[in-house]
């Protein structure tokens, strides 16, 4: 179990237990079809899905109940046998108590409107669910290959966003990974990578028309386009903090960000914009009176802000698709944590959300040393497969086990010295027990 599979794994514990005294609980297997134990479940009812293939076109109806995988989105797929239609539907007023949890969503090709598709993998309208640990791949639309949003204000957390393409042409269509109009999702914690907005399409990750996105802690890696390599920007505020931007590509000019019209303010902070390639040195261009704010931020072109600095990131393997940093990195402890949003998503689960969001893309912590680093992911001291010691072998006995976990939580807080604090803060905390869980069984030496 990774340390980012703990901290889901626990989420889920500590987010269940309440209905789970009150809910029913459905379990879906061998294929069956899932559309039927959505019309029958009530509002708080949880239904498992074991590993499998599935058959998506799937709708909520507006209810308030959570669909997870039982064995993760490596394991589950849901894809959609109809053409054109979505994978799934959210579009009768699904607020954050209607969750999504551990699937691969692919083979979308849209819900057709007009002469176009929207949402290969998600349409939503009106609606603000929780999509959490999913891997959207492979879906297509004329607007959003992975997702299209209208008017929702979704949370989607730890999700993968992969080869994903939308296919609508000129000024007004694209968002390979997602197209939201009038919306304001909180994502936080995802990748994009290798998305596609063909032909004149704009934004190859992201198009935002209105509203006020904000992306945390993200990956947009590989990402192509017309127009707008990652991001495709119309009207609204979109911010990106804490994000990194590499290897995206305009097939005309705009690697990164392109912003249009004069209500149009794009916010950047705390981030690396590296390495992005277009036929024209614009990485980052607005147009129409567009603003683009970047401060705090790793940028290789010349762009007006406080705190910017132009410095080889030294990622970890680039060439490799591993964009974290390097101790040689001068991205280390550059960034400003005042712009770090609230931990709305109660990410570390300590039950404070409005502390800024104390962890990065990994689920490790965010502050390491004196203050912290630019891009999605906080240098920990260490590579993750690099172990010292066993520090979660709190009674010293060579096996981490179920008598370590009860000394380590009847040391919880403060507890300066302590056998069982892992990250060495003077701290018993969450940190130190996905550290335990991840380290289960025999030391290794």
């Known amino acids: ?84 239609s979505s994978v799934i ?25 007009g002469n176009e598709t929207v949402g290969g993998g998600f349409r939503m309208f009106g609606a603000s669910p929780t999509i959490q640990d999913c891997i959207i791949r492979n879906n297509r639309a004329s607007n959003g290959g992975g997702m299209y949003l209208l008017a929702s204000y979704p949370r989607i957390v730890d999700c993968s966003f992969l080869d994903n393409e939308s296919t609508g042409a000129g000024n007004d269509n694209g968002g390979g990974a997602i197209y939201s109009s009038s919306c304001s999702p909180q994502i936080v914690s995802c990748e994009f990578r290798r998305n596609l907005a063909s032909g004149s399409g704009h934004g190859g990750g992201i198009m935002t028309n209105g509203g006020f996105p904000l992306f945390v802690n993200n990956e947009f890696i590989a990402n192509e386009a017309h127009i707008g390599g990652a991001v495709e920007a119309n009207h609204g505020g979109p911010s990106f903090v804490n994000c990194t931007f590499a290897r995206n590509v305009a097939r005309d000019y705009t690697a990164v960000i392109h912003g249009k019209f004069g209500d149009t303010v794009v916010t950047v902070a705390n981030s690396i914009l590296w ?86 893309r990994s ?6 040393g004196d203050g912290i680093d630019l891009g999605a992911f906080e240098f920990q001291g260490q590579a993750p497969d690099d172990p010292v010691g066993c520090p979660s072998d709190v009674d010293g006995n060579e096996v981490v086990d179920v008598h370590d976990l009860l000394d380590l939580l009847s040391m919880w807080g403060l507890c300066d010295g302590c056998p069982g604090d892992a990250d060495d803060n003077g701290v018993i905390d969450v940190f130190d027990l996905i550290n335990l869980l991840e380290s289960w069984g025999a030391c290794q030496p």
């Open 363 to 368: 689920f490790l912590s965010r502050i390491q």
């Open 1 to 84: 179990m990774n340390r980012r599979t703990s901290a889901l794994f626990l989420a889920t514990c500590i987010g269940t237990v309440t209905p789970a005294v009150l809910a029913d609980e459905h379990t879906v297997s061998g294929g069956q079809p899932i559309q039927p134990v959505i019309d029958a479940a009530n509002d708080g009812d949880i239904i498992y899905v074991e590993a499998g293939d599935y058959d998506g076109s799937l709708n909520f109806r507006g209810r308030a109940i959570t669909l997870q995988s039982v064995d993760g989105p490596e394991e589950t797929t849901l894809t959609s046998t109809v053409v054109p």
């Open 275 to 360: 390495d992005n390639v277009s036929p024209y040195d614009y990485p980052v261009y607005g147009t129409g009176g567009a603003t683009i704010l970047i401060n705090r931020s790793n940028i290789d072109f010349s762009w007006a802000g406080v705190g910017n600095m132009s410095d080889d990131p030294k990622f970890r393997d680039s060439d490799g698709g591993d964009f974290q940093l390097t101790a040689e990195s001068p991205c280390l402890d550059r960034g400003d944590s005042l712009v770090l949003p609230n931990d709305f998503a109660d990410l570390d689960l300590d039950f404070d959300f409005i502390e800024p969001l104390p962890v990065d």
């Open 89 to 113: 539907v959210l579009d009768s007023g699904e607020q954050r108590d209607t969750l999504i949890k551990g699937f691969t969503i692919t083979g979308g090709t849209g819900t057709p409107g």
